[in-house]
Structure formats: structure tokens, C-alpha cells
């Protein structure tokens, strides 16, 4: 399996509190996303980065944040957490565009 | 934008039967195509992994092919057995390195 992990990996917060979910790979690809996943719309892709530094807006970007100081850690920051953020989160890896993608197991963040 | 199209949303069939799953594509500006697999409150798992320029890939009971041209992936699941059981996601990778999904077929393989 690919060395990917996400953190933690079930979170309940409340409406207005800052969250940051974290995914750390060890394979040193240079791609790393962050997708929601919720019934009805399948996986959406948040943010993603294409190197230290570098990160682009994805499909549901509003109300996120990312940074990427590593190779291995791409930080999701909910700044100010809704209910409509409530969903499961999937961090992915992949290196050059004729290799696999890896998923992480995901987050589970309740907003309540 | 792309859009990417799982057809059916589930499937039942009983055990040994041979299948087909259909995943379509608005764009054919893709560099790959990918099938994964996703247990209940679980993680994606990778499967098999098409490159633009290939027609067909081949796991043990899983093929899946690619039409680039006309938008058009399956995956074939040879002898299912129940184990087989699980959602099948399909993903086209565009050219702008951005993933993107279908909403899957979830499969139920009856003993």
C-alpha cells in the first residue's frame, strides 16, 4: 500500500471553529489533493498542489484553505467550519500523469 | 469542464456471473484513466490504470477499456464473487492534472 495517512481521522467541531486536517505521504509524489465526498455528488476536488508552495483552486474551493511547506504534509484548513462542510475527506498522491493515484482513508468531519 | 458518468448507479447479479460496468466522459483531453474500488467507510483502492494511448488493462478477473475517441471506459469483472462487493469508481485524469470523478456503481454480488 501507498504510504499515505490522513488526520485525524474522525472529527466533530462546531459551527465557527477553525479546522485543519492533515495528509502526510511517504512516496515523495509530487502531486497531493484533497477531495469531499458526499452522497449524491461522489468526490469533488477542493484544492490541490503540484510542488512545495504551489496549490490551485479545485471544483469546491470556498471556505478552504491549503498550505504545503513538505513534500510530505498538504494541510486543509477550514477557517471558520459550517455545517454544510460536514463530509468525508480524501487526500490523494500521485506522481507523473502515467502513474496511479493513492487515496488516504479519509476524515470524517461533523459540523454541529 | 468534464463530466464523468457511471452507468448503472448499482448493480445485483448472483455469484459466477460475468459483468460489465460503463464509465463515460464529456472531454477525451485525458491523460489516463483510472477504476478503483471503495468498501463502506472506507478509502479508494486502485484497480487498474489506462494510459491515453492504451486500448485495455488486465488485473486477474478485471479488464477495462478505454475509447478514448468516442468517451467510453468499462470494466469487466469476470466470475464475480461476493467478495466483489463494493462501489467502483471510475476517474479520468484531464490535462490539467485534475481528477475527475464519477458518482459509481455500487455492486452487489449475490452468494
Known amino acids: 500500500d501507498a504510504g499515505i495517512t490522513q488526520s485525524p481521522r474522525h472529527k466533530v467541531t462546531e459551527t465557527g471553529t477553525p479546522v485543519t486536517l492533515r495528509c502526510h505521504q511517504t512516496?515523495?509524489?509530487?502531486?497531493m489533493y484533497w477531495y469531499r465526498q458526499d452522497p449524491g455528488h461522489g468526490l469533488r476536488l477542493i484544492h490541490y498542489?503540484?510542488?512545495?508552495?504551489?496549490?490551485d483552486k479545485g471544483e469546491v474551493s470556498d471556505g478552504y484553505s491549503v498550505s504545503r511547506s513538505k513534500t510530505e504534509d498538504f494541510l486543509l484548513t477550514l477557517e471558520s467550519a459550517t455545517s454544510s462542510q460536514t463530509s468525508v475527506y480524501f487526500c490523494a498522491i500521485s506522481d507523473y500523469r502515467d502513474t496511479e493515484a493513492f487515496f488516504g482513508q479519509g476524515t470524517r468531519l461533523t459540523v454541529v | 469542464k468534464q463530466e464523468v458518468t457511471q452507468i448503472p448507479a448499482a448493480l445485483s447479479v448472483p455469484e459466477g456471473e460475468n459483468l460489465v460496468l460503463n464509465c463515460s466522459f464529456t472531454d477525451s483531453a485525458i491523460y489516463n484513466l483510472q477504476w478503483f474500488r471503495q468498501d463502506p467507510g472506507k478509502g479508494l483502492t486502485s484497480l487498474l490504470l489506462i494510459q491515453s494511448s492504451q486500448r485495455e488493462q488486465t488485473s486477474g478477473r478485471l479488464n477495462a477499456s478505454l475509447d478514448k475517441s468516442s468517451g467510453r471506459s468499462t470494466l469487466y469483472i469476470a466470475a464475480s464473487q461476493p467478495g466483489d462487493s463494493a462501489t467502483y469508481l471510475c476517474?479520468?485524469?484531464?490535462?490539467?492534472?485534475?481528477?475527475?470523478f464519477g458518482t459509481g456503481t455500487s455492486l452487489t454480488v449475490i452468494p
Open positions: 512516496e515523495n509524489h509530487r502531486y
Open positions: 498542489s503540484y510542488g512545495v508552495k504551489d496549490t
Open positions: 476517474a479520468v485524469l484531464d490535462t490539467g492534472n485534475q481528477f475527475y
